[in-house]
T-cell receptor, first 114, second 113 residues
């Protein structure tokens, strides 16, 4: 069964600090992996997409890494801001174009405190 | 929210009543999706559409039906609402396929009493 596990479930950090969110998956065959940010009361918004051949990708203060061999990804947030408070969702897609091409993690809820 | 609107944004209804949620897009994207989001679960696909009048089931389709008569509109109907269908419902769109980046609407919060 395709699964995406995220850790931690929730995290509280102080403004200005760095943090790393983890995503482990068992999806196969792997196509790509996305990180979404979901602000409270809003729909998810894509932060970054990584394909099989990519190890690192940055989007401003967000840096995603991918290790396709160990099936792990991380999202590193540098110099956190209050606006980073949100849920971060890891989404993995399979290579086949079957009915369920996406598997969603349940998310990590990040709270940045002043 | 990428030219996607959902209506209503909030709804309270009683068990056994029919409920229809609407998703409207202005992006002319071919694919549209309905998801539900519950605490402790990832987003779960209910139904999706790959064109006008072309729809298919997702992993949690029981108790739900959909219709798409125009490119821009995708309706989700709960034929007879149950308390287990209390959830936040998100519509999403993508241009060419389920594996592409999906753009999500603002969500509809549904409470079934």
């Amino acid at each position: 069964k395709n699964q995406v596990e995220q850790s931690p479930q929730s995290l509280i950090i102080l403004e200005g600090k760095n943090c790393t969110l983890q995503c482990n998956y068992t999806v196969s065959p792997f196509s790509n992996l996305r990180w979404y940010k979901q602000d409270t009361g809003r729909g998810p918004v894509s932060l970054t997409i990584m394909t099989f051949s990519e190890n690192t990708k940055s989007n401003g203060r967000y840096t995603a890494t991918l290790d396709a061999d160990t099936k792990q990804s991380s999202l590193h947030i540098t110099a956190s801001q209050l606006s980073d408070s949100a849920s971060y969702i890891c989404v993995v897609s399979v290579r086949d174009t079957g009915r369920r091409a996406l598997t969603f993690g349940s998310g990590t809820r990040l709270q940045v405190q002043p | 929210d990428a030219g996607i609107t959902q209506s209503p944004r909030h709804k309270v209804t009683e068990t056994g009543t029919p409920v229809t949620l609407r998703c409207h897009q202005t992006e002319n994207h071919r694919y549209m999706y309905w998801y539900r989001q519950d605490p402790g679960h990832g987003l779960r696909l209910i139904h999706y559409s790959y064109g006008v009048k072309d729809t298919d089931k997702g992993e949690v389709s029981d108790g739900y039906s959909v219709s798409r008569s125009k490119t821009e509109d995708f309706l989700l109907t709960l034929e007879s609402a149950t308390s287990s269908q209390t959830s936040v419902y998100f519509c999403a769109i993508s241009e060419t396929g389920e594996w592409e980046t999906q753009y999500f609407g603002p969500g509809t919060r549904l409470l079934v009493l």
